[in-house]
Nanobody, 124 residues
Framework: QVQLVESGGGFLQAGDSLRLSCAAS????????MGWFRQAPGKGREFVAA????????YYAYSVEGRFTIFRDNAKNTVYLQMNSLRPEDTAVYYC?????????????????WGQGTQVTVSS
């Protein structure tokens, strides 16, 4: 089964940019749609973005559309989340997830495998 490891989190100022990475332990290009979620303290896990196996289709939460970009490098078995114009409300633990299904999904329960998360903190 695929194992996922996120990296790239940190402490930033509002307006900064950051790129998160999610490295998979197996080839993901033909097998998994991938997603990014986040969880702020005291809140549930929130959908951020998803990308299809090929990378040709993407799907974003309204709160991040236009600021965040999800993309993948299947040769490196890695998925990325480029985050621009960060806001304090983007502060959360960010998780990547893998989905074996056929369509892009935004519900956390529909993803089969999860990473351990990486903390992103944005100060005002």
């Amino acid at each position: 089964q695929v194992q996922l490891v996120e990296s790239g989190g940190g402490f930033l100022q509002a307006g900064d940019s950051l790129r998160l990475s999610c490295a998979a332990s197996v080839r993901i290009g033909s097998m998994y749609n991938m997603g990014w979620f986040r969880q702020a303290p005291g809140k549930g896990r929130e959908f951020v973005a998803a990308i299809s196996r090929s990378g040709m289709s993407t799907y974003y939460a309204y709160s991040v559309e236009g600021r965040f970009t999800i993309f993948r490098d299947n040769a490196k078995n890695t998925v990325y989340l480029q985050m621009n114009s960060l806001r304090p409300e983007d502060t959360a633990v960010y998780y990547c997830a893998a989905d074996y299904g056929s369509r892009l999904k935004r519900e956390a329960y529909e993803y089969e495998r999860w990473g351990q998360g990486t903390q992103v903190t944005v100060s005002s």
